[in-house]
């Protein structure tokens, strides 16, 4: 768990195209705050749960200057039908070679069933407007962590 990125230190800068195509950077969000979450699947009963979690509370993010960026192995298409279905108004990242997921420390080993194999362990960042790790959870349990980290949000404010 060395990789991953602790509290106090710089944020890596990434370059990663989002549901849209369009190309998204770090330094896109100058003097706002970045959530930015890993999660494994689209449409998968645990990551839509986050989704549509952070949705519900998109507004209270958007009032406290923070964007809301979900980063997944899963294809711009795929994202976008997951947007549609669930009537997300988050922004979703496109990551199928895993390089950010890997910068982030995220593409780790999981056990499932008695069986080990890589995969995206759920986890978020909440970034400064500095570009600053403010705060990090390597291993999120969907049940109420877009409220946790709404909350931390507003402590660290």
Known sequence: ?????????????FSIPDQNGNSVTLGDFSSKWVVL??????????????????????QDFNTLEAIILGVSPDSEKSHCKFIDKHNLSITLLSDPEHHLIETYGAWRLKKFMGKEYMGVVRSTFLISPEKVIAYAWPNVKTKG???Q????????Q
């Open 1 to 13: 768990m060395s990789n991953i990125p602790q509290a106090g230190q710089p944020a890596p800068d």
């Open 37 to 58: 979450y890993f999660y494994p699947k689209d449409d998968t009963p645990g990551c839509t749960t986050e989704a549509k979690d952070f949705t519900a509370l998109y």
């Open 145 to 147: 962590h877009a409220q």
């Open 149 to 156: 980290v709404l909350t931390k949000l507003r402590e660290l």
